[in-house]
């Protein structure tokens, strides 16, 4: 099984940055990739980044350019920098790997 453990969510003003973290246990995120997602209440979950096995990114268009993944691999944990953040970023993010076993996710919500 799984676990993952995702922190450094707050509220935040528009404009501002919020560095969420998400610590795995289980899988190694060295051989995994990792995907950021999202969901905002009323609304489906959405993909939002993901960072491979070889550290290699991608990003949803609605965060290119404002967001970016990164990972420790001695921790096991990948990281989101969110930059310029936006009304719309407000949502509950999660890791996961393979949409399984889900973590509690950490609550972003931007507003002045």
């Known amino acids: 099984q799984v676990q993952y453990v995702e922190s450094g969510g707050g509220l935040v003003q528009p404009g501002g940055t919020l560095r969420l973290s998400c610590a795995v246990s289980?899988?190694?995120?060295?051989?995994?990739?990792v995907v950021w997602y999202r969901q905002a209440p009323g609304k489906q979950r959405e993909w939002v980044a993901m960072?491979?096995?070889?550290?290699?990114?991608d990003y949803a268009d609605f965060v290119t350019g404002r967001f970016t993944a990164s990972r420790k691999i001695a921790q096991n944990t990948v990281f989101l920098q969110m930059n310029k953040l936006k009304p719309e970023d407000t949502a509950t993010y999660y890791c996961?790997?393979?949409?399984?076993?889900w973590g509690p996710g950490t609550q972003v919500t931007v507003s002045s």
């Open positions: 996961n790997i393979g949409m399984t076993d």
């Open positions: 289980g899988r190694l995120v060295s051989q995994n990739a």
């Open positions: 960072i491979d096995s070889s550290g290699v990114v």
